[in-house]
């Protein structure tokens, strides 16, 4: 059982949007912060948006500031990122990370996100 599957990536047009998911299962979701990075060529994986695990305490990059929303249902057990106004150095695989105190951190497989016209 995998415990983080990402889900909605793709090929986008410069100012298109895409929403990514992350399917939790097998650990305590509601108790995990959540958090999403992306990882494009020849760069360092980095910090794209976090949220708490009662849907608060949300933190952004600069650069996907006023574009991405993240988001949480735990009802779900399901993590969200809606992206907007997309640009091509959004490009990158966007991963969903899952993180509790003393306890291990959860990663998904990735999925592609792809801004090109």
């Known amino acids: 059982q995998v415990p983080l599957v990402e889900s909605g990536g793709g090929l986008v047009q410069p100012g298109g949007s895409l929403r990514l998911s992350c399917a939790a299962s097998?650990?305590?979701?509601?108790?995990?912060?959540m958090s999403w990075y992306r990882q494009a060529p020849g760069k360092e994986r980095e910090l794209v948006a976090s949220?708490?695990?009662?849907?608060?305490?949300?933190n952004y990059a600069d650069s996907v500031k006023g574009r991405f929303i993240i988001s949480r249902d735990n009802t779900k057990n399901t993590l969200y990122l809606q992206m907007n106004s997309l640009k091509p150095e959004d490009t990158a695989v966007y991963y969903c990370?899952?993180?509790?105190?003393?306890?291990?951190?959860?990663w998904g497989q990735g999925t592609q996100v792809t801004v090109s016209s």
């Open positions: 097998g650990f305590p979701f509601s108790s995990y912060a």
């Open positions: 990370k899952g993180t509790r105190w003393s306890s291990p951190e959860y």
């Open positions: 949220i708490a695990t009662y849907g608060g305490n949300i």
